[in-house]
């Protein structure tokens, strides 16, 4: 017994001294300059470039010697935009956020795209070198849950640090909703923003099946269950159930917006919340932003506020990785694919709640 305690422990001192070494697969994880187990660092390890950023991997050993390994936290690499003076370690770290807002897409470093903007304003909020963060915004919106949890998140870092929000071509309803979170917010004047409002859509297949012959059947706990079910009409109440949702999910969109911006929440049901589209100009008139430029302008910004006039500007990107590397060189060509033109593929999926312009559905 004493003997299988003894090697319980040299199994679990080996499997630290390893984990501490490892390269990762979404980048490089070194470790300290010795490992813990008195082993000096393999030469592959020390041959690391230094400009990849290291994060501790940290190992314990659960009951019975097994050791239990944290996934490594992920970390993004940085791409000079702009030269700083010399002198100076300060840094602008820009952060974009492009396309639908979805915790269903994947992330180039995490599970999803929500995930990766998550790492993304906590590695620059953790950064003692960065003084301020532009975030590049370039998106439709997307999920309610999704861009809520964003802003969340962008408000925290926001508290620490200035966060300049740049609205590039398109930043609606859900764009706009994470644009919120910001210090200060710009926008092109060219810019699509606005769309403060919520959308839920369905299909309704109803006539499609009777002239087909098919017909649903439906099995069910409860009256509502089956609610959107498109292979029958909706019903009064139903319709009543959905649309004291929706209201109830815009109320918490223009609270945001009347809080973030100081405008009364009536003023803006009654005039520009009502789901239409603005101009940066006509959101700037309106006073959802607070000025228009170039992108440029929102890195001059951002130096200001980070009081920071010289730092260099870095964009977060994805970090190398052997196996995302692999996997593009490694697909084969050996499926059909049929594309059907953008307006017959739904851009929404049925019964899910959505900030969204109107125009994206189809």
């Given at each position: 017994?004493?003997?299988?305690?003894?090697?319980?422990?040299?199994?679990?001192?080996?499997?630290?001294?390893?984990?501490?070494?490892?390269?990762?697969?979404?980048?490089?994880?070194?470790?300290?300059?010795?490992?813990?187990?008195?082993?000096?660092?393999?030469?592959?390890?020390?041959?690391?470039?230094?400009?990849?950023?290291?994060?501790?991997?940290?190992?314990?050993?659960?009951?019975?010697?097994?050791?239990?390994?944290?996934?490594?936290?992920?970390?993004?690499?940085?791409?000079?935009?702009?030269?700083?003076?010399?002198?100076?370690?300060?840094k602008i770290a820009v952060i974009t956020m492009r396309g639908l807002i979805?915790?269903?897409?994947?992330?180039?470093?995490?599970?999803?795209?929500?995930?990766?903007?998550?790492?993304?304003?906590?590695?620059?909020?953790?950064?003692s070198r960065v003084k301020a963060i532009v975030l590049e915004i370039d998106?439709?919106?997307?999920?309610?849950?999704?861009?809520?949890?964003?802003?969340?998140?962008?408000?925290?870092?926001?508290?620490?640090?200035?966060?300049?929000?740049?609205?590039?071509?398109?930043?609606?309803?859900?764009?706009?909703?994470?644009?919120?979170?910001?210090?200060?917010?710009?926008?092109?004047?060219?810019?699509?923003?606005?769309?403060?409002?919520?959308?839920?859509?369905?299909?309704?297949?109803?006539?499609?099946?009777?002239?087909?012959?098919?017909?649903?059947?439906?099995?069910?706990?409860?009256?509502?269950?089956?609610?959107?079910?498109?292979?029958?009409?909706?019903?009064?109440?139903?319709?009543?159930?959905?649309?004291?949702?929706?209201?109830?999910?815009?109320?918490?969109?223009?609270?945001?917006?009347a809080k973030e911006r100081n405008l009364p929440a009536d003023l803006l049901?009654?005039?520009?919340?009502?789901?239409?589209?603005?101009?940066?100009?006509?959101?700037?008139?309106?006073?959802?932003?607070?000025?228009?430029?170039?992108?440029?302008?929102?890195?001059?910004?951002?130096?200001?506020?980070?009081?920071?006039?010289?730092?260099?500007?870095?964009?977060?990107?994805?970090?190398?990785?052997?196996?995302?590397?692999?996997?593009?060189?490694?697909?084969?060509?050996?499926?059909?694919?049929?594309?059907?033109?953008?307006?017959?593929?739904?851009?929404?999926?049925?019964?899910?709640?959505?900030?969204?312009?109107?125009?994206?559905?189809?």
């Amino acid at each position: 017994m004493l003997a299988s305690a003894s090697r319980d422990r040299e199994l679990c001192l080996f499997a630290k001294a390893r984990t501490a070494i490892r390269v990762s697969g979404k980048g490089c994880f070194g470790a300290t300059p010795k490992v813990r187990a008195g082993l000096a660092l393999t030469r592959e390890t020390r041959a690391l470039p230094r400009t990849h950023p290291v994060t501790p991997v940290k190992t314990s050993c659960a009951r019975g010697g097994s050791p239990a390994v944290s996934e490594p936290i992920p970390r993004f690499r940085e791409i000079l935009l702009q030269r700083g003076a010399r002198a100076t370690t300060d840094k602008i770290a820009v952060i974009t956020m492009r396309g639908l807002i979805s915790s269903s897409l994947p992330g180039t470093v995490s599970d999803s795209m929500v995930d990766d903007m998550r790492a993304a304003l906590q590695q620059a909020r953790d950064d003692s070198r960065v003084k301020a963060i532009v975030l590049e915004i370039d998106s439709p919106g997307g999920g309610v849950t999704a861009s809520d949890a964003i802003y969340s998140v962008l408000v925290k870092v926001r508290a620490k640090k200035p966060v300049v929000v740049y609205m590039d071509s398109l930043a609606a309803s859900g764009g706009y909703y994470v644009s919120c979170g910001g210090k200060f917010l710009m926008a092109n004047e060219t810019t699509i923003t606005g769309s403060i409002g919520v959308i839920i859509q369905t299909l309704n297949y109803e006539q499609l099946f009777n002239k087909v012959g098919l017909a649903s059947v439906v099995f069910k706990s409860g009256k509502f269950k089956d609610m959107l079910n498109g292979a029958r009409p909706i019903t009064p109440e139903e319709r009543e159930l959905v649309q004291s949702f929706i209201m109830k999910t815009y109320d918490k969109f223009l609270g945001i917006v009347a809080k973030e911006r100081n405008l009364p929440a009536d003023l803006l049901r009654n005039t520009i919340a009502d789901g239409r589209i603005l101009s940066g100009k006509d959101a700037f008139e309106h006073k959802l932003i607070d000025g228009l430029g170039e992108l440029d302008d929102a890195f001059s910004k951002a130096k200001e506020l980070g009081n920071a006039p010289d730092a260099k500007v870095v964009k977060y990107g994805p970090p190398f990785s052997l196996s995302r590397f692999f996997r593009i060189f490694g697909e084969t060509d050996s499926k059909i694919e049929l594309t059907l033109p953008k307006q017959l593929i739904p851009q929404l999926e049925s019964g899910r709640a959505y900030f969204l312009p109107s125009y994206y559905a189809p």
